[in-house]
């Protein structure tokens, strides 16, 4: 059925109109009567007059109106291509977003270095913030295959492998057959992994000689579409290496177990010694790799081109290994907290604002002398937090809180009652689901992607966010599932203290005694909630997947 021109010029207009209203933040004026444009009121009729309601927001009836008016007009039948109303995926206060399709990424990832380098560092921080963006990362680490297999074969044969310095000569030819051989066996199970939909793998091996990657080159050339990428960590800083050194020996590696520690250590820089006499730097010229030479002090870059090979160039240039602490702090309570309601730009209430005052001598206790940078939202409550705090400030906007679109300023209740079914749709898939006209929590991690590089550039930094931003922030550093991010206790007057470790991050909590509403909803019907989570900063020596 044809349209006349009026029918199509009121359509579009209204269209237009709606569109513009729906995709604002900022609500429209409180009286509804003076901004309904005639073309509004002659197409959808008897728009009632909703004083101090957002004009399209959730909480009022124009939504469900403007929903059921273009449902009825996607069903005429017309020539049009496309239907007129909204996708039923927006109809309602929200629906789901799909997981970005990235399975055309296959990359491998060859590490390159001596023994106490770094390179276990780099791998596990390049996992930790791919598998935060959702790409499927996974580490194959010849060292934890080495292990777990004399593990296996000491239990099932009683036969006990010598792993000393001696097993890690170039000269000792068995020992390099079987050094070899692991190392290729730890390549087939990655490029098996990509086959089976991993993204990203991860080969943590020394690497050190043209041989070996020649080997690694001309074995990845024979899988079509794969990228091969080598990652050389040097480190020429005594200190640095004197550092990891002292980790490997001291941190229960089953090398070393029942030896002491300077028996330890001795060996240990034995085994250097030995990688040493073999080592090649990359000079291959056509191969593509990255050179990070002390953790982040300089940087190399030759032949990187893709998106992602970029992206994972720019995250590995950010990073270092200073000593330092992060802190997390929500605002302190606010009005909204007290009225139950999400969303707005309320100012503290009197509890938030005894928090506020209180903060400084928290921080200071923790900090001391040290210098500190206080990042904030833009949103009244996190800045009225920080008023206190003689520290340098920076405002982002990345840090507002995730957008709640057309239930921005309701309660739950008042959602739940209005949209029953898209509450329960988002109880089940909170991750997922974006609000209409607003965000979901995977929207919220890609705007954090630039938070995340510069965290990792700084030194201390003590962030006053709110509840989304500080769960995904929170799961990133502690390498937690998306499933669970959303549900993450961030408790208002309550600072999170993380100081980044080689292989995870130590956590303290400070809880001030200062009352403050619970705005924590748990997981629906989880047996067990996601409160403080059992978090571990020490390194894996065996590969659990294998035994």
């Known amino acids: 059925m044809s349209m006349s021109n009026e029918d199509l010029l009121n359509r579009d207009v209204t269209e237009r109109g709606l569109s513009s209203l729906l995709n604002s933040r900022d609500p429209p004026a409180a009286n509804n009567a003076a901004i309904q444009p005639p073309e509004i009121r ?17 909480g009022g009836t124009m939504l469900r109106q403007f929903d059921k008016h273009h449902a009825g007009l996607s069903r005429k039948p017309s020539m049009e291509p496309a239907t007129v109303g909204p996708p039923p995926s927006v109809v309602g206060i929200g629906g789901k977003v799909a997981k970005p399709d990235y399975s055309e990424a296959k990359i491998v990832l060859a590490m390159v270095g001596l023994p106490a380098r770094g390179k276990s560092f780099l791998s596990n921080k390049l996992t930790r913030y791919l598998k935060w963006l959702e790409y499927e990362v996974k580490v194959f680490n010849v060292g934890q295959l080495r292990r777990t297999r004399a593990k296996v074969k000491r239990e099932q044969c009683g036969v006990k492998e010598d792993h000393t310095a001696e097993y890690f000569s170039h000269e000792n030819q068995e020992a390099t057959r079987l050094r070899d051989s692991l190392a290729q066996d730890s390549l087939e199970m990655l490029i098996q992994w990509l086959k089976e939909g991993g993204n990203v793998g991860i080969h943590d091996a020394t690497n ?5 990657r020649s080997k690694i080159s001309r074995r990845v050339a024979r899988e079509k579409g794969f990228v091969l990428i080598f990652l050389e960590s040097l480190c020429d800083d005594p200190a640095i290496i004197a550092a990891n050194v002292a980790l490997k020996v001291s941190s229960g590696d089953p090398d070393y177990q029942n030896i002491s520690r300077v028996d330890a250590e001795r060996d240990f820089l034995e085994r250097i010694r030995k990688y040493e006499r073999v080592y090649e730097t990359i000079t291959e010229p056509n191969l593509s790799y990255l050179r990070i ?3 982040g002090n300089q940087v190399t870059l030759c032949n990187i081109h893709g998106y992602l090979q970029s992206r994972i160039a720019f995250y590995l240039m950010n990073l270092h290994i200073k000593p330092r602490s992060i802190f997390f702090s929500r605002h302190g309570e606010s009005v909204y907290n ?8 309320s100012p503290l209430s009197p509890q938030g604002s005894q928090y506020a005052a209180a903060l400084p001598s928290l921080i200071r206790d923790n900090i001391g002398d040290a210098h500190l940078t206080v990042w904030t939202s833009t949103l009244q409550r996190t800045i009225e937090t920080a008023q206190h705090l003689d520290f340098p400030k920076l405002t982002w906007k990345a840090l507002d809180e995730l957008d709640a679109g057309v239930c921005d300023g309701m309660t739950y209740k008042e ?23 607003g965000e979901s929590y995977r929207d919220v991690v890609i705007r954090l992607e630039p938070i995340i590089m510069e965290l990792e550039r700084q030194e201390n930094i003590l962030i006053i966010g709110h509840q989304a931003i500080l769960r995904c922030l929170y799961a990133y550093f502690h390498n937690l599932p998306q499933v669970d991010l959303p549900y993450i206790k961030i408790p208002l007057h309550t600072v999170i203290k993380l100081t980044p470790k080689a292989y995870g991050c130590d956590e303290e909590r400070y809880a001030l005694p200062i009352a403050a509403v619970d705005t924590h909803r748990p997981k629906p019907k989880a047996v067990k909630l996601l409160d403080v989570p059992a978090i571990s900063s020490g390194r894996e020596y065996y590969d659990k997947s294998t035994l």
């Open 208 to 212: 050190s000689t043209r041989d070996r």
């Open 42 to 58: 002659r197409i959808i009729p008897d728009i009632p007059d909703i004083p101090n309601k957002p004009f399209y927001g959730a």
């Open 293 to 295: 030479t002390n953790v």
């Open 415 to 437: 959602i739940e009652a209005a949209y029953p079914e898209d509450f329960a749709n988002r109880d089940e898939d909170k991750f997922n689901y974006r609000y209409r006209g």
């Open 338 to 345: 007290v009225q139950g309601k999400i969303g707005g730009d």
